[in-house]
């Protein structure tokens, strides 16, 4: 297979494997382009690759690039099945890879450095959800470094267009970019960052985690070997992906906040407007023939960044103590995070499924809905396991549930503080109450050979 580096080594993969169509027509990045990557990652199309832009000219545009369990296996270099068991190996600080510097970048092609000649408005930022407050970049990997530790971080912000320089930067209090950001500000200095855009997934799948450290040795772990990465033309930022596809480089204001918002968010709903800091851009610079990167907001690769990847290794840790049966693990994308499959070899012990739902609800606060399943169920299958749910759940007798449990202040069907009822739910087969046949199966035939003249 192709060595994976940079996004168009990752696009190549996904022409040899069948997981990308090209867009030949016009669309504009005015919710079309974002119309049509929903459509493809909830009916598991292959990814979107938008080779005209109306009004952008010089651009491509690319989307969904892991929002699905085959793109996100052939990103990590493994099959559908093994992709907890690499990230479990990409998170473990005993496989982690620093990067490694150098003078050259693809993305020092074409640089713009003076004010009057900087507009965000040229770049094909698009504006995605019907109800979105404007044009955000959602796609881009934040680079910073802490100005008191000098440990560097990869995260994500939402970030809207406010005017030609500046964008307004959504920091959770949680991130560690905040942190940075405020030991800056307490000093009224500002935090230079970069911005990078067009990435491996190596790298945007690092960035959606939460490391103590600096999330390029994930992405160094996941290759098997250094990321290149080289220093900025106008920021103290020495950890710049080096084969990014465009790069934003600016500083993140001291003292001050502007409105941004609504986008949608990975629940399902607009997120609420904030009143966020903002990002001064100092540097536009850009490879030959860019392609710009978006991720859809509040749909598949979203959850998959944001919840799934960084997530499964830590919910199978949790419920492999509680049970050495489970086989493993899946948090599908379609439930936004807030629903987990567990799937059992199940013995003889009736009581099982029951203490592997708990130990996953102890795993991390956002999951509420916890399914036990046997082995004979496709976990990554929505239509199977509605199959097991529906014939092999008693629902007088196979779910129990945690009212005032934790939970994420975001999830819609709890409280302000995020306090709400916990469901879990055995939907394993043989329950002891009586007998029953064996489930239907039909062998995978090839169909080609029988539609072929």
Known sequence: MTEVYDLRSFLDVLEQHGQIVHIRKSVSIIHETANIGATSERTRGPAPFFDKLEGYDEWRLFSSAVANQERVALALGCDGTGVTAAMARALDPQNAIAPVSTDHAAWKRHVTTNPDSIDL??????????????????????????????????????????????????????????RSHAAAEAKGKPLGIAVAIGLDPALSIAAGCKYDGDEMKIAGAIRGRPVEVTRGLTVDVDTIPAHAE???????????????????????????????????????????????????????????????????????????????????????????????????????????????????????????????????????????LMWALTTRVDWGRDTFTVPGAQGHEMDPANDSKG?????????????????????VSYPMVELAKYLAE
């Open 121 to 178: 408005t040229r770049l094909p930022i698009p504006k995605h959800a019907v109800g979105d407050g404007g044009r955000f970049i959602t796609g881009g990997v934040t680079v910073s470094k802490n100005p008191e530790t000098g440990i560097g971080n990869l995260g994500y912000n939402r970030m809207e267009i406010l005017g030609p320089r500046t964008l307004g930067m959504n920091i959770n209090q949680w991130r560690d970019v905040q």
């Open 419 to 439: 306090i709400g009822t916990k469901i879990g739910i055995d939907a394993t087969f043989d329950k002891g109450r009586r007998p029953y046949g064996t489930r």
């Open 246 to 384: 465009l790069v934003l480089e600016g500083h993140v204001l001291p003292g001050v906040r502007c409105a941004e918002g609504p986008l949608a968010e990975f629940h399902g709903y607009y997120g609420e407007p904030w009143n966020s800091p903002v990002f001064e851009v100092t540097a536009v610079a850009y490879r030959e023939n860019p392609i710009f990167q978006t991720i859809v907001p509040g749909w598949n690769e979203h959850i998959y960044i944001g919840n799934v990847l960084p997530r499964e290794p830590l919910l199978m840790r949790f419920v492999l103590h509680a049970s050495k049966n489970v086989q493993a693990v899946h948090i599908p994308p379609y439930t936004n995070g807030f629903l987990v499959v567990v799937q059992l070899n199940k013995k003889t012990n009736m009581g099982e499924p029951r203490n592997i739902a708990l130990g996953a609800f102890t795993a991390h606060p956002n999951f509420r809905i916890c399914v036990v399943v046997d082995a004979d169920v496709n976990i990554y299958d929505p239509s199977d």
